[in-house]
């Protein structure tokens, strides 16, 4: 049985790989952060009692800060393959806490590199390294390629540069099989509420409902290249299994505007959006609703631009190029962004028609109680 360990198994990313590397057979290890509320909601539907006999998933404390805690629990585990998905991983947080992201994102890499080179397991251990579109940052070439010069727009991408050369570095000094996949933007039903896909498909679901007015965005004109996360693991466990350790660009091929995620997001839920003035002053109103499930005014302003989400420096333009993935790993995709729209908005919609029964008859249901 092959063993796997995956430093930020609690994010969005990890949550799917461990689903996926269950499945296939192996043991998973994963780091979590200590924190003071709980913070492994997106893997409790896998967790196993550990008193439990054949235990498959295992958890451990850590931090990628901490060297000695990362290189014991690598000599404790052994894992044949790890998965480097730890960081702080949101851009315009970055800008404010840069030292930090340094640490994490970029030496987090090299000690998780240099941990398996001390303890004698360059031979056994497979390495992942989380890289990211955002290494090409301001726009040198489209689609954006392996071979696509890099160009760094945040401090989180800077730190991520680093990760990505170290790793290829201990390829190179050390005949390790380390790899970088450089995945663009990838989202889901559970990623992080702050990244603007799930800002937009949580604000459009609760607005349809009745529960929220306004949506406050930042920048509408930058364009990316989304695919749903579950494709994306698939891809990170089908680098790690090839003969030759390369570096893979994972990516859709398509591109589209933030405005554009806006619109299709309403239209999941039968609603027709106008959008009114340019940049700052920027407003969308709703111009039809065909969904007689909800009760929404018609012309009332839903979404407004405010400049607080803007970004000292941004990344404008991203549309990755798949063919060598597609070609070398066999990766295939299973959803296309309507598909990935759909399956968010259905889930959004799902939790806070919940908030919504809550709201509106769970004081009195809890005061039969008192
Ligand atoms: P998330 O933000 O959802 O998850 C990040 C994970 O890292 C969480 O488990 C978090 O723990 C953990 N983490 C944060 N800081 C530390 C630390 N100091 N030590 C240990 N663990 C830490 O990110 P995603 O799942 O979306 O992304 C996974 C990886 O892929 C990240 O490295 C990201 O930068 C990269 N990436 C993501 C893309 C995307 O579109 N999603 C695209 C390209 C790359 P906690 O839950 O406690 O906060
Ligand atoms: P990104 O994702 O920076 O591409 O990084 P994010 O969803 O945060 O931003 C995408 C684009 O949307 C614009 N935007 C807003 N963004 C946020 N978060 N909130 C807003 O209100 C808002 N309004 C407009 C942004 O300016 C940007 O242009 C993600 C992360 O997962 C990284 O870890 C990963 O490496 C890259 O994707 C690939």
Avoid at 6 to 24: M, P, R, S, V
Avoid at 181 to 192: A, C, D
Avoid at 268 to 282: A, K, S, T
Wanted: aromatic share 10%; glycine share 8%.
């Amino acid at each position: 049985m092959k063993k796997a360990l995956i430093t930020g198994i609690t994010g969005q990313d990890g949550a799917y790989l461990t689903e996926l590397l269950l499945e296939k057979g192996y043991e998973v290890h994963g780091i979590k952060r200590r924190s003071s509320l709980f913070n492994t909601d997106r893997i409790d539907h896998l967790y196993q009692d550990p008193h439990e006999e054949n235990v498959k998933l295992k958890l451990h404390y850590g931090d990628l800060t901490d060297s000695m805690n990362l290189t014991r629990i690598i000599q404790e585990v052994q894992p044949d393959e790890i998965y480097n998905l730890g960081a702080m991983s949101h851009v315009r947080v970055s800008f404010d806490t840069p030292e930090y992201v340094g640490n994490v994102d970029g030496l987090g890499t090299l000690r998780i590199l240099e941990a398996v080179r001390l303890l004698g397991l360059t031979e056994k251990t497979r390495i992942y390294q989380a890289s990211t579109s955002e290494l090409y940052g301001l726009v040198q070439e489209v689609p954006q390629k392996e071979t696509t010069p890099f160009y760094p727009r945040s401090p989180y991408a800077v730190a991520k540069l680093y990760g990505y050369w170290i790793t290829v570095n201990y390829r190179e000094a050390y005949n390790m099989y380390a790899c970088n996949g450089i995945l663009f933007n990838h989202e889901s039903p559970i990623r992080g509420e702050t990244f603007v896909t799930r800002k937009i498909t949580r604000a459009v679901s609760k607005i349809a409902l009745g529960l929220q007015d306004t949506l406050y965005l930042g920048n509408l004109n930058s364009k990316r290249d989304w695919g749903h996360a579950k494709d994306y693991v698939k891809a990170m466990w089908l680098i790690l299994q090839q003969d030759k350790a390369e570096d893979f660009v994972i990516a859709t091929g398509v591109t589209t505007t933030i405005r554009d995620f806006v619109k299709m997001s309403f239209a999941e839920v039968g609603i027709e959006l106008d959008f009114e003035g340019e940049g700052v002053d920027e407003v969308a109103k709703i111009k039809s609703c065909n969904n007689p499930e909800y009760q929404i005014e018609i012309g009332k302003t839903v979404l407004r631009v405010d400049p607080q989400y803007f970004r000292p420096t941004e990344v404008d333009l991203l549309i990755g190029d798949p063919t060598k993935s597609k070609e070398k790993l066999g990766w295939e995709l299973e959803y296309d962004l309507e598909g990935l729209v759909k399956d968010m908005m259905e889930s959004d919609i799902k939790l806070f028609k919940k908030d919504k029964y809550l709201k509106e008859g769970g004081h009195d249901i809890l005061n039969q109680y008192e």
